[in-house]
């Protein structure tokens, strides 16, 4: 396989250069994709969005965004159904309109991406900033307005775009390639998708510590994630 | 290529939710053969709700796969006139179903009953507190029917769903422990009340202490082995905490598939067709009756179904729309404030209130159920006294443990961040010690709320969209600002809570946003009543101007309740089905004078 | 969407014999040590399983396996659990009594309760359960959750239709019949669910096809308000042998891979259309 597929490479760069620089190369989500090209994502594109979401999401004594598989999980997202536009109404015309009418961005979400991180590495690489050079960039994205420049990407739609899949990746179900041996779950506590409670639910003060199994736990393996969206 | 006519049927039912299988059931047992057009697919709670797949937030939740489709119908949103309507792109705010048993299968089974005092809105207000109370920008009105007229039917939907609760009004006998606000019930719930966790149980504990009167909230989700009048047999809750926006695969919780669908689909008078997308009504030459519909079969043809009677049973919105693009009823118009169709939207105002325990209250929000819940109804209605608060309506404050998926469920307390470490740790930290506490709202309507069509964008099928203009009155956002303090009250007078959060969604400054999801409880716009000048249908969802078209759902109340809109709407639903059966179908013709 | 679709788990169906393990009922030199015990609780998910109330801990560990044995600090049963239900939990061979080994400790626990108390009425078990204390009956239960025993091989002939209805009324139930599915509340391939809900897979087949007729008729009803009642209650007597049946073959991934190090195992070929359908959604 081409030594730029390496998905271990790509992420590894962000993590010396970054905030997990203390915590040595970021642990990649599967290793079993490794050597996979990415589904969506160029090098450039993954590198980028692994430097943002481990802003959003920091390692501390559990792992970070992209640690957890969160760049793996936007991939995933954005090369299948969700990222194509499904379930999003997409008629023309575009007016960027009002915040309270919610995403009014020309594209799919994938174009979004894409474009979006096309006008931000024009601006500069924020991938080449330390740590604290990152998270102000992401703060300042965080205030922008309008679209970013010399682009039609309305900054606002794309921040919460980002920070919303960054959430995603980390919390939902392993079968989308995120949350990563169950990272995010393990966090919180949350025991998964296999519950039955009828006898628990009223023993107060009770701790349930189950660990964490996913829908498809032990069953097969996470090379076969989910498609979602079709319909 | 010209539509295809099909033979003629006794009724036609546009819509295979709560209110289209109750429809067809009741009526095909009258010997009316009926014919249901679903837009959706087939499903079951057997072969498509079944755990652990079932079980996945992100397909489910996040990505609104039981919903509808905004690709196929979607809305336009403004807040006000003045302002470019623009596509509703993506859900958010409210999540309308598609599919067999619609909204239905996905909703949480809160199971509410209105005030005897909120049908009678404007009469009561104006008889406790004077001609001059109601504030003048709101068109609050009447319903034309009443709590002892809805009285069985309400009882009776409540028995279909197997409902679980303690009746706080017993023939009049007021019980503690119960709602004793409540109208008068002529029996009591069909099954004892939910389990409660200790978040519920510490806000239950908090509000009796202060005086008020906490009671488990009326749920259909059923506590023990039940059977309903249908025949159908439903299971005991799990407490698993994927019940709203999922179906159930337990039979657990009542939805219109197992408690319905399944004891009519065989009856030699019903008959469903899935995938057949309605397009318009057609009326007679006079305009004074429909004479079928004209709708999109799974095979991309169009076909008329030619019918005697017909039953507008979509939801909310889309019967208001379907109204609108038929020419059914004169379409409202806010410049002259005539016109009935599309008048009186309204949602529902609502408020939230977080409490962070000490880490001795172990809640464990996983263990949840949609209508899983300790409630105060003592600042809903009239309940309480207005003559110094300067507004009408209110809400239930309500302490829910519905569910703990972890996307959806995220309570930080005030001040942090939206990323970072700080917010990591506080999403951490407070997961497993955190009280839901929501304050849901009535909604009342406005000259200036309202929906028509818009001028440019269409839907999948080429028709205009449906166009919502919507903010919140000044007087909910007053009343949401009062009924919240109450809420943070109880919140703060419970025990081990370190501390408070509250977010008023109607705050004086902020505006309608439909984007982070509030609930799927759009109401009016073919509004109930008894003058053809205010309201579409007449007191028995009869349409005034086309007597054989009778009208279904949350689009009938002329005003938002404080309470979820099943119970409520369904009771409407028995009523008018009563009606159709006993005095229109044997001499059709309308039932009221204009 | 085909229902099979919604099949979550890679079912294997065993037919063939294992040559190994054919240990008899009362042979106690299968009787596992707290070494083993001990190793079969190197995950969380093994410890969760195990534990009733207390934190499973070696003293609990040996309490439990003197009471396995018909001795205990306090005299225990008089009755070894191993004479019935096997040196290492897995039931006689017989299959007059279920197999126990690596069943939620919570579970069984709360079942010797039922049994004490009539909740759970059997004419063996109440007395064998009414001589325990509670500190007995937790630890060993403690002690049969932490057992990691293979599965007996599975020889009944069986008619592939019924294997494959017992299936599907596993995976989806019947919505003909308002049967929800096993996998609901079980866990994928009916692997349990713990603490509260038994596994399925591996259990034998007459024990469970009995266990339904009581649950139908109501001589057991002690699962939280009945659920399982309510569900036997729609169930045909051939469903119920179609879904026990098929359970008793089925085995979880992860214990075919355990029996995979064995050696030779003479595992059935795997039924792979139906793996093949479960990985991506496909509407």
Same mark, same amino acid.
């Given at each position: 396989m081409p030594a730029e597929y390496s998905r271990r490479a790509v992420l590894g760069?962000?993590?010396?250069?970054?905030?997990?620089?203390?915590?040595?190369?970021?642990?990649?989500?599967?290793?079993?994709?490794d050597d996979r090209p990415w589904f969506f994502l160029t090098d450039n594109e993954a590198r980028w969005l692994a430097a943002i979401v481990d802003v959003f999401i920091p390692a501390d004594e559990y792992p970070s965004a992209t640690q957890a598989g969160v760049v793996d999980y936007i991939d995933f997202q954005m090369a299948t159904h969700y990222g194509k536009g499904a379930r999003l109404y997409l008629q023309e015309p575009f007016s960027q309109g009002a915040p309270e009418q919610g995403y009014q961005a020309p594209c799919p979400p994938a174009e979004l991406l894409r474009r979006g991180i096309a006008a931000a590495l024009?601006?500069?690489?924020?991938?080449?900033?330390?740590?604290?050079?990152?998270?102000?960039?992401?703060?300042?994205?965080?205030?922008?307005?309008?679209?970013?420049?010399?682009?039609?990407?309305?900054?606002?739609?794309?921040?919460?775009?980002?920070?919303?899949?960054?959430?995603?990746?980390?919390?939902?179900?392993?079968?989308?390639?995120?949350?990563?041996?169950?990272?995010?779950?393990e966090m919180v506590g949350f025991p998964g998708a296999h519950a039955y409670y009828l006898s628990f639910v009223d023993k107060h003060n009770r701790p349930f510590d189950k660990p964490p199994m996913g829908i498809a736990h032990g069953e097969y393996p996470h090379t076969f994630p989910r498609i979602v969206g079709g319909s | 290529?010209?539509?295809?006519?099909?033979?003629?049927?006794?009724?036609?039912?546009?819509?295979?939710?709560?209110?289209?299988?109750?429809?067809?059931?009741?009526?095909?047992?009258?010997?009316?053969?009926?014919?249901?057009?679903?837009?959706?697919?087939?499903?079951? !709670?057997?072969?498509?709700?079944?755990?652990?797949?079932?079980?996945?937030?992100?397909?489910?939740?996040?990505?609104?796969?039981?919903?509808?489709?905004?690709?196929?119908?979607?809305?336009?949103?403004?807040?006000?006139?003045?302002?470019?309507?623009?596509?509703?792109?993506?859900?958010?705010? +409210?999540?309308?179903?598609?599919?067999?048993?619609?909204?239905?299968?996905?909703?949480?089974?809160?199971?509410?009953?209105?005030?005897?005092?909120?049908?009678?809105?404007?009469?009561?207000?104006?008889?406790?507190?004077?001609?001059?109370?109601?504030?003048?920008?709101?068109?609050?009105?009447?319903?034309?029917?009443t709590y002892d007229e809805l009285e069985p039917h309400y009882d009776f939907f409540e028995q279909i769903c197997g409902a679980a609760g303690y009746a706080g009004n017993l023939q009049g006998e007021r019980r503690d422990g119960g709602n004793v606000f409540e109208g008068p019930r002529s029996q009591d719930y069909p099954n004892p009340a939910m389990k409660q966790p200790?978040?519920?149980?510490?806000?239950?504990?908090?509000?009796?202490?202060?005086?008020?009167?906490?009671?488990?909230?009326?749920?259909?989700?059923?506590?023990?082995?039940?059977?309903?009048?249908?025949?159908?047999?439903?299971?005991?809750?799990?407490?698993?905490?994927?019940?709203?926006?999922?179906?159930?695969?337990? +039979?657990?919780?009542? !939805?219109?598939?197992?408690?319905?669908?399944?004891?009519?689909?065989?009856?030699?008078?019903?008959?469903?067709?899935?995938?057949?997308?309605?397009?318009?009504?057609?009326?007679?030459? !006079?305009?004074?009756?429909?004479?079928?519909?004209?709708?999109?079969?799974?095979?991309?043809?169009?076909?008329?179904?030619?019918? !005697?009677?017909?039953?507008?049973?979509?939801?909310?919105?889309?019967?208001?729309?379907?109204?609108?693009?038929?020419g059914l009823g004169k379409p409202y118009d806010p410049k002259t404030r005539t016109g009935v169709v599309g008048r009186n939207y309204a949602y529902q105002t609502i408020a939230s209130v977080d409490a962070f325990f000490d880490d001795s209250v172990i809640t464990n929000p996983f263990m949840g159920a949609g209508a899983l819940g300790v409630v105060v109804d003592d600042y809903n209605g009239d309940n309480f006294d207005h003559s110094d608060l300067g507004f009408v309506g209110g809400g239930y404050i309500a302490c829910k443990q519905y569910h703990g998926r972890p996307i959806g469920y995220q309570p930080v307390p005030e001040g942090t961040p939206r990323w970072g470490l700080e917010w990591k740790r506080a999403v951490r930290e407070n997961y497993g010690h955190h009280g839901d506490i929501v304050v849901h709202g009535s909604s009342m309507p406005t000259p200036e709320n309202y929906l028509d069509l818009d001028p440019t964008w269409t839907d999948a099928f080429g028709r205009p969209l449906l166009r919502m203009t919507f903010n919140f009155p000044d007087n909910d956002r007053r009343m949401s600002d009062y009924v919240m303090h109450r809420a943070v009250e109880i919140a703060e007078n419970m025990e081990h809570v370190r501390s408070v959060k509250s977010t008023n969604l109607a705050a004086v400054g902020s505006n309608y946003n439909i984007v982070p999801?509030?609930?799927?409880?759009?109401?009016?716009?073919?509004?109930?009543?008894t003058d053809p000048a205010t309201s579409a249908v007449n007191r028995y969802g009869q349409m005034w101007d086309h007597h054989n078209v009778f009208v279904f759902g949350a689009c009938l109340f002329p005003q938002n309740l404080g309470y979820n809109p099943t119970g409520p709407l369904m009771g409407l639903a028995y009523w008018t089905l009563h009606h159709m059966k006993n005095d229109y179908l044997p001499n059709p013709r309308p039932l009221m004078d204009a | 969407?085909?229902?099979?679709?919604?099949?979550?788990?890679?079912?294997?169906?065993?037919?063939?014999?294992?040559?190994?393990?054919?240990?008899?009922?009362?042979?106690y030199s299968e009787t596992p040590g707290i070494d083993a015990l001990v190793a079969n609780l190197d995950s969380e998910r093994a410890l969760f399983n195990a534990r009733v109330e207390a934190p499973v801990d070696d003293d609990l560990l040996e309490a439990g396996r003197l009471v396995a044995m018909g001795g205990a600090?306090?005299?225990?049963?008089?009755?070894?659990?191993?004479?019935?239900?096997?040196?290492?939990?897995?039931?006689?061979?017989?299959?007059?009594?279920?197999?126990?080994?690596?069943?939620?400790?919570?579970?069984?626990?709360?079942?010797?309760? *039922?049994?004490?108390?009539?909740?759970?009425?059997?004419?063996?078990?109440?007395?064998?359960?009414?001589?325990l204390t509670e500190r007995e009956m937790e630890a060993v239960a403690t002690y049969y959750a932490a057992i990691d025993a293979p599965f007996r091989d599975v020889t009944s002939d069986i008619a592939p239709d019924v294997l494959q209805w017992g299936g599907m009324l596993g995976a989806v139930g019947s919505a003909e019949k308002g049967i929800p599915a096993c996998v609901n509340c079980h866990g994928p391939s009916g692997t349990g669910n713990p603490p509260s809900v038994p596994y399925l897979a591996g259990q034998y087949a007459t024990y469970m096809e009995h266990q339904l007729m009581l649950w139908r008729e109501g001589t057991r009803d002690n699962d939280p308000m009945n659920?399982?009642?309510?569900?036997? *209650?729609?169930?045909?007597?051939?469903?119920?042998?179609?879904?026990?049946?098929?359970?008793?073959?089925?085995?979880?991934?992860?214990?075919?891979?355990?029996?995979?190090?064995?050696?030779?195992?003479?595992?059935?070929?795997?039924?792979?259309?139906?793996?093949?359908?479960? *990985?991506?959604?496909?509407?």
């Open positions: 760069q962000i993590a010396l250069g970054g905030a997990l620089a203390t915590a040595g190369p970021a642990g990649h989500a599967f290793a079993a994709l024009a601006e500069g690489d924020v991938t080449a900033q330390d740590a604290a050079g990152r998270e102000r960039y992401v703060q300042a994205m965080s205030e922008a307005q309008g679209n970013i420049d010399d682009s039609d990407v309305p900054v606002g739609t794309f921040f919460t775009e980002l920070l919303s899949l960054t959430n995603e990746g980390c919390f939902a179900d392993p079968i989308y390639m995120g949350n990563n041996a169950y990272a995010g779950w | 290529m010209a539509p295809t006519t099909l033979p003629r049927t006794d009724v036609l039912i546009i819509g295979g939710g709560w209110t289209g299988l109750t429809a067809a059931y009741e009526l095909a047992h009258a010997g009316q053969r009926c014919v249901i057009l679903e837009r959706g697919e087939h499903r079951h !709670d057997a072969t498509s709700f079944a755990g652990p797949e079932e079980h996945d937030e992100m397909k489910y939740a996040i990505r609104h796969h039981h919903m509808v489709d905004v690709t196929k119908e979607t809305l336009t949103f403004r807040n006000d006139r003045g302002q470019q309507a623009l596509p509703m792109r993506r859900l958010g705010s +409210f999540l309308p179903g598609s599919g067999l048993g619609g909204a239905g299968i996905h909703w949480n089974g809160q199971l509410w009953r209105a005030l005897p005092s909120d049908l009678e809105m404007r009469t009561h207000y104006e008889n406790r507190y004077g001609s001059q109370f109601i504030p003048e920008d709101l068109s609050v009105q009447d319903w034309g029917v200790i978040s519920n149980t510490l806000f239950g504990r908090s509000a009796e202490s202060m005086g008020l009167h906490p009671f488990p909230i009326p749920s259909a989700n059923v506590t023990r082995e039940y059977e309903n009048p249908y025949g159908a047999k439903l299971h005991p809750c799990t407490y698993c905490g994927f019940c709203e926006r999922f179906g159930c695969g337990y +039979f657990a919780k009542a !939805d219109p598939i197992i408690c319905v669908y399944d004891r009519v689909k065989e009856h030699e008078n019903f008959e469903i067709r899935f995938e057949s997308q309605v397009l318009r009504i057609e009326k007679s030459e !006079d305009g004074q009756t429909a004479t079928g519909a004209l709708y999109l079969g799974p095979d991309g043809r169009e076909y008329f179904q030619p019918a !005697d009677t017909i039953c507008m049973n979509a939801y909310a919105l889309w019967n208001v729309h379907l109204m609108l693009v038929s999801y509030q609930t799927t409880h759009n109401t009016g716009g073919a509004v109930i009543g | 969407m085909t229902p099979l679709s919604k099949i979550t788990a890679v079912v294997v169906l065993t037919v063939g014999s294992f040559a190994a393990v054919s240990a008899g009922a009362q042979d600090e306090f005299g225990g049963s008089g009755m070894a659990c191993f004479t019935c239900h096997g040196a290492n939990g897995r039931g006689d061979g017989s299959a007059a009594f279920p197999r126990l080994a690596g069943l939620p400790g919570w579970y069984m626990y709360k079942q010797l309760m *039922d049994y004490a108390s009539g909740t759970r009425p059997n004419q063996i078990m109440t007395g064998i359960a009414q001589k659920v399982m009642s309510a569900i036997a *209650d729609k169930m045909s007597d051939e469903d119920m042998r179609a879904v026990s049946e098929y359970y008793a073959r089925v085995r979880a991934q992860e214990d075919i891979e355990d029996a995979a190090d064995l050696g030779p195992t003479g595992l059935a070929p795997e039924i792979e259309p139906l793996a093949e359908t479960l *990985d991506v959604e496909a509407d």
